[in-house]
């Protein structure tokens, strides 16, 4: 079992398969060039299996894989199949962007994915357009329509910012409460990477514009989950995901791999280490000693918000969100 120096079991590794994304999002790559990751620094899925392997034998028991763009990554489905095939019963999801799919849902289903999270921003396609700076947002529902269709357990994500999509909350909620999709609602972190002029809203802000559509009782959070769930009257529970907060740290179980392999122990946090070399090299004993390392390295709280916060270098599209 891996436990940390502040006795949080830390049972679950997001693993970011690729920095690349077919989208531009304001609030996470708006300037990248489409072609920027050089392919050969990406850990193969034979390598990053034999490291699955590790973390599941130390007492893993969810995976999920997320980006850049996950879909992007070709033959994600053989990669899902080899973890599903080591250990069944692992709590396997993704994160996407949806806009991949339509087409691929039941492949996905068919390897093992059990679960996947799709980011919908907006129901309006001009703002969906604005927000991604691509033509998006039909392939995304098509993808989430066929993602229920096949029996894949869906969530959603919403990044609300002011004078962007703000007006959309309570669209997007009803939308996916007809589907029975949780949607939880991010709160903007600000970030290097980001366009400067966005002003996410805060926890309190969507709670305020919520009401004025809906009674709900404050259900706080739910086992290790970053996000604050509320119920309303009919049974439908949201969540509000408040990374300024550091609520979320005590019951956090979670580390992250990129692509390149670095292992990083809290997302907003600098420091990493590396499993790429020892990988590559098939020296196992050292991958599962720097998974230790970087376990036992996990901070206590998030740094942001707090005195020394300042804006993070970190990229999402690095670190998987
Ligand atoms: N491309 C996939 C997607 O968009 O769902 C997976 C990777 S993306 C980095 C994972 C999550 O991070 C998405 O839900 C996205 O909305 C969120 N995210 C990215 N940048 C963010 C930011 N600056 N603030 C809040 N959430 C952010
Ligand atoms: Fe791509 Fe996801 Fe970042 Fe948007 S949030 S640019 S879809 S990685």
């Known amino acids: 079992m891996l436990i940390d120096s502040y006795d949080r079991v830390v049972d679950y590794i997001r693993v970011s398969v690729t920095e690349r994304c077919n989208f ?34 130390e007492g893993v028991k969810k995976i999920r894989i997320t980006g ?26 993704m ?44 392939n995304v529902l098509d993808g989430i329509e066929e993602a229920l269709a096949v029996g894949l357990k869906v969530k959603a994500n919403m990044v609300p910012m002011k004078g962007v999509n703000a007006d959309e909350i309570a669209d997007v909620l009803e939308y996916c409460k007809a589907r029975d999709i949780t949607i939880r609602f991010i709160e903007y972190m600000e970030n290097a990477h980001a366009k400067a002029d966005i002003k996410g809203l805060k926890s309190d802000e969507l709670l ?45 179980n979670r ?3 990129t692509a390149e392999g670095h292992l990083i122990p ?5 420091e990493a280490m590396s499993i790429a070399e020892a990988v590559k090299r098939g020296d196992i004993k050292t991958a599962a000693l ?11 709280k998030n740094r942001w918000g707090g005195e020394d916060s300042e804006l993070s270098s970190r990229a999402f599209y690095e670190t998987g969100g």
């Not at 609030?27 to 034999?50: A, D, H, I, Q």
């Not at 998974?291 to 206590?300: A, G, H, Q, S, T």
């Open 290 to 300: 720097v998974l230790k390392e970087v376990v036992k390295n996990k901070p206590e």
């Open 266 to 270: 809290c997302l907003y946090f600098d």
């Open 68 to 93: 850049g763009e996950p879909l992007l990554r070709e033959d994600l489905d053989t990669f899902i199949k080899m973890i599903y095939d080591y250990a069944p019963d692992i709590d396997l999801a």
């Open 95 to 138: 994160t996407s962007n949806g806009y991949l799919l339509k087409g691929t849902a039941k492949k996905l289903k068919d390897a093992g994915l059990k679960r996947i999270n799709v980011s919908i921003d907006s129901l309006k396609p001009e703002v969906a357009q604005q927000i991604a700076q691509k033509d998006v947002l039909k």
């Open 208 to 252: 305020s514009i919520l009401r004025e559509h809906y009674d709900f009782e404050d259900e706080g959070f739910d086992g290790s989950s970053p996000s604050h769930y509320y119920r309303m009257k009919d049974g439908y529970r949201f969540g509000i995901i408040e990374p300024y907060g550091d609520d979320f740290c005590k019951q956090c």
């Open 255 to 257: 580390i992250r791999l």
């Open 24 to 57: 531009r999002c304001n609030y996470c790559m708006p300037e990248k060039p489409f072609s920027w990751v050089p392919k050969e620094n990406l850990l193969s899925f034979e390598e990053l299996f034999e490291f699955m392997k590790v973390a599941i034998d």
